[in-house]
């Protein structure tokens, strides 16, 4: 693999968080699964890594994609299972993903709920769920919540699309 750089992505449901990563240029490998942090979030919620190379596509473009591909301004009943977060993995890449953070809440209306965390841990998904657009986007689960994610894309960040 290409000099790369990793970082973990939990938000929404992690199929959807897989397919929208996938679809972008610089994205060298998307791992579906579960992550767990430190502390009060030391328990496994749905997440996705995300490998990339940052000479095709930046950090906070990888950030703001995600804050606009889930519910990132709300703090609803499946937050637990759905945790809203930027995992880094190294102590360096904290501030900058704070700083990432801090700048883009001025395009939202509301407060984010999205944490910059510190990755602990990381456990694939059985392989019976990766890649799971990639391998039936007719599901009606596709349809119903990936397409929606996809098109947006399209429509505002098409020159990252593959």
Request: hydrophobic share 30%.
């Amino acid at each position: 693999m290409k000099s790369f750089q990793k970082i973990g992505l939990g938000g929404g449901c992690h199929w959807c968080t897989e397919a929208v990563f996938q679809s972008l240029k610089g994205i060298l490998k998307v791992e579906q699964g579960y992550i767990r942090s430190y502390g009060e979030n030391d328990y496994f919620s749905e997440a996705v890594l995300v490998y990339f190379d940052p000479g095709q596509i930046l950090l906070k473009d990888i950030i703001e994609i995600h804050l606009y591909t889930h519910k990132s301004t709300s703090n609803h009943s499946f937050r637990e299972k759905y945790r809203s977060a930027i995992y880094y993995l190294e102590e360096s890449k904290k501030q900058n993903v704070e700083h990432i953070l801090n700048q883009l809440q001025e395009e939202f209306d509301h407060q984010l709920v999205t944490k910059p965390l510190k990755f602990q841990e990381f456990q694939s998904s059985r392989a019976a769920l990766l890649d799971y657009y990639t391998n039936d986007p007719e599901r009606p689960f596709c349809k119903k919540y990936i397409n929606p994610k996809l098109d947006f894309l399209k429509e505002k960040y098409a020159k990252v699309i593959r």
